[in-house]
């Protein structure tokens, strides 16, 4: 089993949209916050390693989402997360929305490690991910 | 070429994060109302639907997005969706978000025909879109 | 000192504008959210309490903060919340954020206790707010 | 009459809390928007401010609103801004929200010349607002 991390979420009155239930972008949201904690959670906060590597943090390449059950204002969700697979400048992480013991959303966003681009300013391009970052996550793993 | 919408956003200070640029569950956020919009466009705003079907909506089963080039604050960017593909009881629908002539996210939702769930109250359960559901999406399309 | 309720928020990234801050708007959604605790804590949750007394809520009448200083992702905030002022049919909610023992944002939302308009379907109107709630509060208040 | 921006929201899904009526955070995030566009209507870009006058943006002091009926999904709104008062370094800005010809929301926001903090980093301090601005929209004021 590798290191993961959980988020607890309350649902808000605000998450919800008119048929009562999650408004399904709060997921996304929520995923975004859950993969930071990860990151923090296994000893690499994200601010931390953009200034040691001098890079400028995990930018998205592609975001999914497959919704199972509709979770309701009051639930209590616990969102568990973990980098499922590293590659060689992207990795995935895994989210699992879990309501009251149920899964109710399974998530993945792919990031990758993002480097200034070195002829488009404000770009940005994939690096490398460092071999002491994956070990970080491993030496982690072990230890969970 | 099946029929199609466009919604135009112009990217607010807001939708933006402190790398300056849109936080990513905007984008869900646009689509989700690309979609209505879509559906008012095709002649079947989803309210009406609703009455006319007793059905309760199109919630989604799976949402989808690739990031292809980030956005910016004052961006105007156009939200083209349609409809990819209709199956028995979900269908997928199609959003490319353009900014500037670029191809910048393109998404994806699988999206089913909810009706109330015989047996789970405030649940929902997929039944079959109705035939000129589809004929009117291709009626229009023919038109278009 | 009043019967008062505390929730802890950590600034994620998506709750940051391209200043780095957090996007002003989201100060309130989570006064929403407090005000939904308060009720909570005070033991009078706000869907129990609408069932009881076949009332509708607590809308807005009006929201406003003041910003005294800004906060950053990963601030750790707690949102301490009252009831300032209970009048016939209106309350006044008053949510304090402190930010590492600074007061950063101070908040009020008045709110009417909101039955269903008798003639104006899908609007409601203020209703006299029961006494026993009040009281509720006052006793919560002693013993706090 | 002052010169005034307006701009036009249609009211989305996802806006709306399950109580069927926007969430009232949403308003805020109009009303930040709406500022934005004010100043761009009125000649002088945020932006573009910022670069001229090495200021950097006007942030938030006050944010209010009023809430006098509500707005549903499909609402088309109209947000009518204005800058009411223009003080030595602040500035109040007005939203009246427009729903079929009914004012439905009162916003005011106050505004600050937003400067360097000279001994603080990562803090602003306000500063004088540039006759010239105020002329500017004196100007527009007048062709108004």
């Not at 009562?20 to 929520?30: A, D, H, L």
């Not at 009051?74 to 995935?92: F, P, Y």
């Not at 990758?112 to 994939?126: E, M, Y």
């Amino acid at each position: 089993m590798s290191f993961q991390s959980t988020m607890t979420v309350t649902v808000g009155w605000g998450d919800c949209d008119p048929a009562g239930i999650v408004f399904y972008p709060n997921y996304f949201r929520w995923f975004d916050d859950a993969s930071w904690r990860l990151f923090e959670a296994g000893g690499l906060p994200m601010d931390g390693m953009a200034k040691h590597y001098d890079m400028l943090g995990l930018p998205l390449v592609d975001a999914r989402a497959s919704f199972r059950a509709p979770c309701w204002r009051g639930d209590r969700l616990e969102i568990v997360s973990h980098v499922a697979t590293w590659h060689r400048k992207t990795l995935d992480i895994e989210h699992r929305v879990m309501n009251g013991g149920e899964l109710a959303v399974e998530g993945r966003e792919v990031r990758f490690w993002g480097l200034p681009h070195p002829d488009r300013p404000g770009r940005l391009k994939a690096g490398e991910i460092p071999v002491e970052v994956k070990a970080q996550f491993g030496a982690v793993e072990r230890k969970a």
